[in-house]
């Protein structure tokens, strides 16, 4: 480029995209069009869709927990990673929770349309009698106006 050319950069902001003009000795920063803000859901709604995913592993009901999941899904679990189909397939021969619940669970938005919801999950697996616990999160994000969960992340509760 030669001096006196005009460069501009398109930078995502939360209140839209900016074009930035270095030409010169100086930049100028002007607003271009919005980017689409979505609410940011409550607490409880997003809770409510992640008891949805704990049910279907208590009801053994593969299909629901694949509605609640993106196509690019993630898991990180203690024994490794995982995607939608992984996490789908353990349903193949039964359920792989007989019960659960849900506590100091905390929300938080990490741009429109995506949050982060952290809990403690407190449950007992199929036969088992001695409860387990994990601290989870897991990112939300609406796709296609449906929220669906794109990652979670599942950390074995040491010590009590």
């Not at 030409?23 to 607003?31: I, K």
């Not at 039964?94 to 952290?118: K, N, Y």
């Not at 009698?129 to 106006?145: C, N, V």
Request: no cysteine; charged share 25%.
């Amino acid at each position: 480029m030669q001096e006196g050319d005009v460069k501009k950069f398109y930078i995502k902001a939360r209140a839209g995209i900016l074009a930035v003009d270095a030409s010169g000795d100086h930049a100028h920063f002007s607003a271009m069009e919005p980017i689409e803000q979505i609410p940011a859901p409550s607490l409880e709604d997003i809770l409510t869709l992640e008891k949805k995913v704990w049910s279907a592993l208590v009801d053994g009901n593969a299909e629901a927990d694949r509605a609640l999941l993106s196509a690019d899904f993630l898991g990180v679990y203690p024994s490794g990673f995982a995607n939608r189909d992984d996490h789908v397939g353990q349903f193949a021969d039964a359920p792989t929770m007989a019960e659960f619940r849900l506590s100091d669970a905390r929300l938080r938005v990490v741009a429109s349309g995506v949050v982060l919801l952290s809990y403690r999950a407190d449950y007992l697996r199929p036969g088992a009698t001695r409860h387990e616990a994990m601290l989870i999160s897991s990112l939300w994000e609406r796709r296609h106006d449906v929220w669906v969960n794109s990652f979670s992340q599942d950390t074995p509760v040491t010590g009590g």
